[in-house]
């Protein structure tokens, strides 16, 4: 099912029920990198008057995670190592759901492992996935 923008201008009901998309960001880590620098960058061009975006790592924070909350967004960990595989799923659904999360992307291999099933688990219809990195430079 395709996705639509819930703008006012697209909207049959009146501009007071418009509700912006909400989108989370998945990462293996928000710590230091091309990817990471790549979300700072989401969160600062976005079209902030159509979609919410939010943050989500599967480990460690550093500087874009910073980056990110100085810009007003909502960033966490779900503490992978600490949790464990089936702890960290859990902690995704329960954000999923406490956020009304519309669309999930996510941001490499394990996230999206993570993440897709998480969405299945709290009902989130759509899930994004995108590979960073793979197959540059030589060889």
């Known amino acids: ?5 819930n703008t006012p201008e697209q909207a049959d ?14 990462s ?3 710590n230091t990198g091309g990817l990471e620098r790549l979300l700072v960058d989401f969160a600062r ?15 460690g924070l550093g ?7 100085e810009a007003g967004y909502e960033v966490q960990s779900v503490e992978l190592p600490q ?25 490499n291999t394990y996230p999206y492992f993570y993440g897709s099933l998480a969405a299945k688990w709290a009902g ?7 590979q960073h990195g793979r197959g540059c430079g030589p060889g």
């Not at 500087?63 to 909350?69: E, G, H, K, S």
């Not at 595989?85 to 996510?106: E, M, V």
Request: overall charge positive; hydrophobic content about 45%.
């Open 83 to 107: 949790v464990g595989k089936w702890g960290a799923i859990k902690k995704l659904k329960d954000f999923l759901i406490r956020n009304q999360i519309d669309i999930l992307h996510t941001h």
């Open 28 to 30: 293996m880590g928000l």
């Open 45 to 59: 061009f976005h079209a902030g008057d159509h979609f919410d975006l939010s943050f989500v790592a599967l480990e």
């Open 1 to 5: 099912m395709p996705v639509t923008l």
């Open 63 to 69: 500087q874009p995670a910073d980056d990110l909350r």
């Open 13 to 26: 009901t009146p501009a007071a029920s418009y509700r912006k998309l909400k989108i989370c960001h998945l």
């Open 124 to 130: 989130t219809k759509h899930v994004i996935n995108s």
